[in-house]
Every structure is written in C-alpha cells, then in structure tokens.
C-alpha cells in the first residue's frame, strides 16, 4: 500500500547560470521541476511510499525526467511517455536575494493525454493520501478539473485522505477561473496546505480564525498556513497554534520550498505527530529547501531533517 500519491506535470527547468533579469543571462543548467514532482520527491526521501500519477513526452527529456524520479524511489508505474507531446520546459530567473521569476512553455502539454479513461484508479484505491494541487488543473482547466474531480469522489469512497495545496498560478489560469475550480474540490479536502495569498483568493481572508472557520464549513480537518520566513499556522482536529520559521543561513532559492513543507507535514500527519511536531519538522524542510539552489535540489533525507532539529527521537516515539 501505498502512503501517498499525487497527479501533475513535470519540466526540464533550465536555471540561469548567473543572476539577475532573464534577459542578460547567457548559460543556464538543466534541471527537473514540477510541483506535484517536487512533492513526491521530497516525501520520498522522507521514506514515504510515493506514486506520481503523469505523462511525459516520447523525447529525450521526457526520458530524463523518468529515470531521475524513478531513481528517487518514486513508483512511476503510472507515468507514461506520449509520442507527438513535447516535454514541458521553464526557465528561471533568480535575483541576488532568491526570490525569481519563472517563465513557463507548456503548450501541449502530454498531460493533456491523461483521461479519467486511462487513469489507473487501483493506485488511488489503495494509497494513504491523495496530493492534488492547483497547478495540474490549471493546465487545462476543463479537462483537468473533471478528472481531478473524478480522483476525489474515488478517494473518499474508498477512504483515502485527500490533502490540497491551491498553489495557484496566474500565468496559467485566472483568480475567478482558479477559484471556481479549487472551491469544487474544498468538499473532499481533509488536509489544507495553502498560502496566505491563496486563502485569500480562495475565502476572502487570510486570517487563520476565518480560514478555520470556513475550514469547517467543508469538514476539513487539517489546515496549514504558509507564511514563508514567517513560519506556518497550523489547525489539526481543534487544535491550532502558530510556530516560527527556521531561518537559513542564506536564501539561495525560493522554489519548492512550498512543496517541501507539505512533504514534511504530510509525513509528520501519517506518523501521528502532535501538530507542534508537524509544523515545525515542516518548516524546518522548508528552510532547507530555500538555501540550495534547484527546484527539489534541496528536499532533504529524513536522517538530514532530524539532524538539523537536533531531535533523532522524533521517529523514535
């Protein structure tokens, strides 16, 4: 059985070689990137059993984006390459303090051959957690929507934890079009990993007695709050509270620290953590995360986070 898994496209990233405007950068590296990717990557190398559900161009890059996921452990049985759909790319621009830009070119993306016909609906039957987030859906939105839907209403009839994180992209879809489609899926969600921005989108509000108020109108169980160097506001079952950051010793790289967190809070959830526990191995991952440069280059092994929480009884208990 597995414990968690998670439907979404995948990228070559291609990072610049030196920072500043995209523009003026000359040289970039190869790299892999997705969020949903991401995410299963970094509950894999926590020692989560971890399946991608996705599809890939019949190309050289699609290749490469197999093998490496598949090295990480990740079960990819359901990951399929397409002839005639190129493998999706991005490009980055990073500034001097971490944050960046990210410019997208996923036209016909081979996810777009993902149908509710050909999803393979026993590897969401017997899964722990099913990941979903806004970002797959986006990509075509009245296509992906429907089968994203369809993996919901599977998952709660066969009593698989269903954990959302809105990851919204405006350079995919618009705030009423992203708001519509996540407010369809809110009824299924047990486990809500969102930002402060993206609460607001989606409730009106980002203040975390509001978010939990609106959490129960759903029966959502499990809340999260993202607030970057801030730290993280957690609600699990009644319970909430507010834990501080980690703060790096330098910010090298913003991205996937957002996917690392709901790595790390979906693993402490599983383990039957206390929800101060959770939050605080979660946003010690996020911190890890921001100090290496790449996508998922710097998701941590289970043995790394609890080194730099000083804590090796955490899997002990």
């Known amino acids: 059985m597995r414990d968690v898994v998670t439907i979404g496209d995948a990228m070559i990233t291609f990072d610049p070689s030196q920072k500043g405007p995209m523009r003026y950068a000359d040289a970039f590296k190869r790299k892999v990137g997705g969020a949903e990717m991401n995410f299963a990557i970094g509950c894999a190398r926590l020692g989560l059993a971890t399946g991608w559900i996705s599809r890939l161009g019949n190309d050289e890059f699609g290749r490469y984006i197999y093998n490496f996921v598949r090295g990480e452990g990740v079960d990819v049985s359901s990951v399929k390459l397409e002839d005639g759909y190129p493998t999706s790319l991005n490009f980055k621009e990073i500034r001097e303090d971490g944050s960046g830009r990210t410019f997208y070119y996923r036209e016909n993306s081979p996810t777009t051959t993902l149908t509710i016909e050909s999803l393979d609906e026993h590897v969401i ?17 009245e296509k992906n929507v429907e089968l994203i839907e369809h993996m919901l209403k599977l998952a709660k009839a066969n009593e698989v934890l269903v954990s959302l994180d809105p990851n919204i992209r405006l350079k995919l879809w618009n705030r009423d079009v992203a708001k519509e489609a996540l407010t369809r899926f809110l009824p299924y969600v047990d486990i809500l990993l969102t930002g402060e921005d993206e609460a607001e989108l989606l409730f009106d509000t980002s203040l975390p007695e509001e978010v939990i108020k609106e959490c129960r109108k759903y029966e959502i169980t499990a809340l999260a709050i993202k607030r970057g160097d801030s730290g993280a506001f957690g609600y699990v079952d009644g319970s909430s509270l507010e834990v501080p950051a980690i703060q790096p010793k330098k910010v090298v790289d913003t991205v996937g620290a957002g996917d690392g967190f709901d790595a790390g809070f979906i693993y402490g959830y599983l383990q039957g953590w206390s929800l101060e526990k959770i939050i605080r191995f979660a946003n010690t991952i996020g911190s890890m995360v921001v100090s290496v440069e790449g996508d998922n280059e710097g998701l941590p092994l289970l043995d790394e986070v609890l080194m730099q929480l000083g804590e090796k009884e955490l899997v002990e208990r």
């Open 125 to 141: 039957k017997t899964s722990k957690v099913l990941h979903i987030t806004g970002v797959f859906p986006a990509i075509d939105k």
